[in-house]
């Protein structure tokens, strides 16, 4: 049987796996988990693993792309204080995702490590990591908010 999808215990996506002719018939291909393994099949799995192999390494060097333009990049966010200075919001990882999309980098959250939210004005680095375990540093720069008048 050729796996169409992820099946725990019996393989990963795209395997050829043996299994008992009633599994196969009853569960796996009803399911639509996987398909007999014909000579057309098996030649159309060598595509597939072809596409998915070149999607696997544009992914890779958009990730390693976006990785390395952002090493380094400083980010600046200016918030209001208090009359020592105190923060009146702290700057969580949902913050700053916000502020890399308006620059038109589109980074989750999720990817932002940030062990405890900033509360206080200056420079922090920040880690921000990608797929493949890439990750790159930026430097997060808290700054007073102007006062309009």
Same mark, same amino acid.
């Given at each position: 049987m050729i796996l169409l999808k992820d099946v725990p215990k019996i393989g990963k996506k795209f395997e050829v796996k043996e299994v008992k002719d009633g599994y196969a018939r009853n569960f796996l291909i009803a399911k639509d988990l996987a398909k007999p =393994? +014909? #000579?057309?099949?098996?030649?159309?799995? #060598?595509? /597939?693993? #072809?596409? +998915? !192999? *070149?999607? =696997? @390494? !544009?992914d890779l060097k958009?990730? /390693?792309d976006l990785a390395s333009s952002m090493d380094e990049m400083e980010l600046t966010i200016s918030v209001k204080v208090g009359d020592k200075d105190e923060l009146f919001e702290a700057i969580n990882a949902k913050k700053i995702s916000e502020k890399l999309k308006e620059q038109s980098l589109n980074i989750d959250k999720? /990817?932002?490590?940030?062990? #405890?939210?900033? *509360? @206080?004005?200056? @420079?922090?680095?920040? *880690?921000? &990591?990608? @797929?493949h375990n890439l990750e790159s540093e930026i430097r997060v720069i808290v700054i007073r908010e102007e006062? &309009?008048?």
């Open positions: =393994a +014909t #000579e057309e099949a098996l030649k159309w799995l #060598e595509v /597939q693993r #072809e596409i +998915t !192999e *070149k999607k =696997a @390494e !544009e958009k990730s /390693q999720e /990817q932002i490590d940030l062990k #405890e939210p900033i *509360k @206080e004005l200056g @420079e922090f680095p920040v *880690k921000i &990591k990608f @797929e006062e &309009k008048n």
